[in-house]
């Protein structure tokens, strides 16, 4: 089991950016989501997280209002939507799937699978 994400690049404070995750072994749409980053020399931070069931979707306080995770089960694709960039969103950026109730999304131990990551840069 591993996921794909994909999306990054150089952004501008205050622009926005998709992320996109896929797989190509198994269906995202059997499982919770969530997408957590990692800048260097800092611990994992989960964002966001979106559930198998109902397609409800969780937060972390420092990206709600700013960030969507939403997944098209027919592409086998979530994303995340970034808005309002700033320059401390910088990390590489990854998605998982999710071994809790997706209201837990900020603890980093229930991340299950996930593979690279995709690197967004924010600048000033």
């Known amino acids: 089991v591993q996921l794909q994400a994909s999306g990054g690049g150089l952004v501008q404070a205050g622009d926005s950016r998709r992320l996109s995750c896929t797989a190509s072994d198994f269906t995202l749409g059997d499982y919770a989501i969530a997408w957590f980053r990692q800048a260097p020399g800092t611990e994992r931070e989960g964002l966001a997280c979106?559930?198998?069931?109902?397609?409800?979707?969780d937060y972390a306080d420092s990206v709600e209002g700013r960030f969507t995770i939403s997944r098209d089960n027919a592409k086998n694709t979530v994303y995340l939507q970034l808005n309002s960039l700033k320059p401390e969103d910088t990390a590489v950026y990854y998605c998982?799937?999710?071994?809790?109730?997706?209201?837990?999304?900020?603890?980093?131990?229930?991340?299950?699978?996930w593979g690279q990551g995709t690197l967004v840069t924010v600048s000033s």
């Open positions: 979106i559930s198998s069931s109902d397609g409800s979707a």
């Open positions: 998982a799937t999710y071994l809790l109730s997706c209201r837990f999304v900020t603890t980093t131990q229930a991340f299950g699978s």
